[in-house]
């Protein structure tokens, strides 16, 4: 069965830089889009990026369009999220997800999704 591992997660200043990780293993994802969502404190759990594994597409939230980037290591069955001029409002708990479906479907509903343990970031004004 699928299994996520998330890590990378912690404090930063805002205006900052983290990357996150989610290695992924129990099947080959070449039918799979994985992500990335998070949810703050009280609210619920939103859609941040995803990644079709195949192609490489990409889809972002537009909240974090032109500062975070997708990215996956085929061979080392990983996904990183690359988080950069980071605000306050960006603290959360990020989770790694996955679905035998597109990134842009991932993109409209977590319906379905498989996910990982979360990892806290916190950003810091």
């Known amino acids: 069965h699928v299994q996520l591992q998330a890590s990378g997660g912690g404090l930063v200043q805002a205006g900052g830089s983290l990357r996150l990780s989610c290695a992924a293993s129990?099947?080959?994802?070449?039918?799979?889009?994985l992500g990335w969502f998070r949810q703050a404190p009280g609210k619920e759990r939103d859609f941040v990026a995803a990644?079709?594994?195949?192609?490489?597409?990409?889809y972002y939230a537009e909240s974090v369009k032109g500062r975070f980037t997708i990215s996956r290591d085929n061979a080392k069955n990983t996904v990183y999220l690359q988080m950069n001029s980071l605000k306050p409002e960006d603290t959360a708990v990020y989770y790694c997800?996955?679905?035998?479906?597109?990134?842009?479907?991932?993109?409209?509903?977590?319906?379905?999704?498989?996910w990982g343990k979360g990892t806290l970031v916190t950003v810091s004004s």
């Open positions: 997800a996955a679905r035998r479906t597109t990134a842009q479907t991932m993109s409209i509903t977590s319906r379905g999704n498989i």
């Open positions: 129990g099947r080959t994802f070449s039918t799979y889009a």
């Open positions: 990644i079709n594994w195949s192609t490489g597409s990409t």
